[in-house]
């Protein structure tokens, strides 16, 4: 009965490390640039957009801007001078040969519109947050442009009523004014059934465009959102191991239950891996050097 327990403490005996052979430290798994999936920061997808809420918030800013349109056209027919005119049989003339009134009519609606436009697509950036993008941009063009036409038809009805009465009753010779009208801008009809604005009547909408393209092009965010900025990465979770070697000094994690510990030499740590100095480890036997070329072989035998 004792041949076997010598079988197995010689086995045991065979597996037991040396002394001599050097310590030899388990593998260190690479470091993972992936966070750790319980300190992962979750992604949210946004609120769901509904048709009916993005019509209505698109809707709400439309009709604002269309109605700013009466005080652009109060103010454009207030600064834009009249033009004299004289009564004649064919009708009204310029009272001078080359009246510079109707350029400068024109030229005071391109100001004014092109400066509302550039408020407008400001406005519309920094209220309409939540849809900023295509929908913003079309709401404030389509808004400016709504705008243009109010404060032109607006303007040009302000006293026109009493210069066509005047054109009626006066006689011929009598020199009177006429409101300010555009001459480089206007509405045809396409087809004679599809209204077409043109010229300086597209100003507004042609700055808004432009300001809020720059908007969204020098905007920090992909999304033209604001997003929330971020606090910093948050710690590891409770139970976590760490990954990578460990920093001098720091304590070391227990070995899982169950888990094979390496062997250490004699007077080691409890886990079997020595915390020892390099030094304490005996210096492995120098092997015997190779005989002299022509020495004699000792005898065999």
């Given at each position: 009965m004792s041949t076997p327990r010598t079988a197995?403490?010689?086995?045991?005996?065979?597996?037991?490390?040396?002394?001599?052979?050097?310590?030899t430290e388990p593998p260190v798994p690479a470091p993972s640039t992936d966070p750790p999936a319980s300190t992962q920061l979750p992604v949210s997808a946004g609120p769901p957009r509904r048709p009916?809420?993005?019509?209505?918030?698109?809707?709400?800013?439309?009709?604002?801007?269309?109605?700013?349109?009466?005080?652009?056209?109060?103010?454009?027919?207030?600064?834009?001078?009249?033009?004299?005119?004289?009564?004649?049989?064919?009708?009204?003339?310029?009272?001078?040969p080359q009246p510079e009134q109707p350029i400068a009519a024109d030229g005071w609606f391109s100001l004014l519109?092109?400066?509302?436009g550039v408020l407008a697509a400001i406005a519309v950036w920094a209220v309409l947050r939540a849809r900023r993008g295509p929908v913003g941009l079309v709401v404030t063009v389509a808004g400016t442009l709504a705008a243009a036409v109010v404060a032109w038809q607006l303007g040009r009805r302000i006293g026109l009523g009493t210069y066509e009465r005047m054109l009626a009753t006066l006689p011929d010779g009598t020199a009177f004014t006429k409101p300010a009208d555009l001459r480089a801008g206007g509405i045809e009809l396409l087809f004679g059934v599809v209204p077409v604005p043109f010229g300086n009547l597209l100003l507004p909408a042609f700055g808004a465009a432009v300001v809020?393209?720059?908007?969204?092009?020098?905007?920090?965010?992909?999304s033209l959102r604001p997003e929330p900025e971020p606090t910093g990465w948050p710690g590891p979770a409770a139970g976590a191991l760490?990954?990578?070697?460990?920093?001098?000094?720091?304590?070391?994690?227990?070995?899982?239950?169950?888990?094979?510990?390496?062997?250490?030499p004699p007077g080691g740590s409890a886990d079997g891996v020595s915390?020892?100095?390099?030094?304490?480890?005996?210096?492995?036997?120098?092997?015997?050097?190779p005989p002299a070329p022509g020495a004699t072989e000792p005898p065999r035998g």
């Open positions: 197995r403490a010689g086995n045991w005996e065979d597996h037991r490390v040396s002394p001599d052979t050097p310590a009916g809420r993005t019509a209505a918030l698109a809707g709400a800013p439309l009709l604002v801007l269309t109605l700013l349109g009466v005080p652009l056209g109060l103010l454009w027919a207030a600064i834009a001078p009249a033009t004299p005119v004289v009564k004649t049989a064919a009708g009204a003339v310029y009272g001078q519109g092109l400066g509302f809020y393209t720059l908007l969204a092009g020098w905007s920090r965010w992909p760490p990954v990578g070697p460990a920093a001098p000094g720091a304590t070391s994690w227990p070995a899982a239950p169950g888990a094979t510990s390496w062997p250490g915390s020892g100095p390099v030094a304490s480890w005996p210096t492995p036997s120098t092997a015997p050097e």
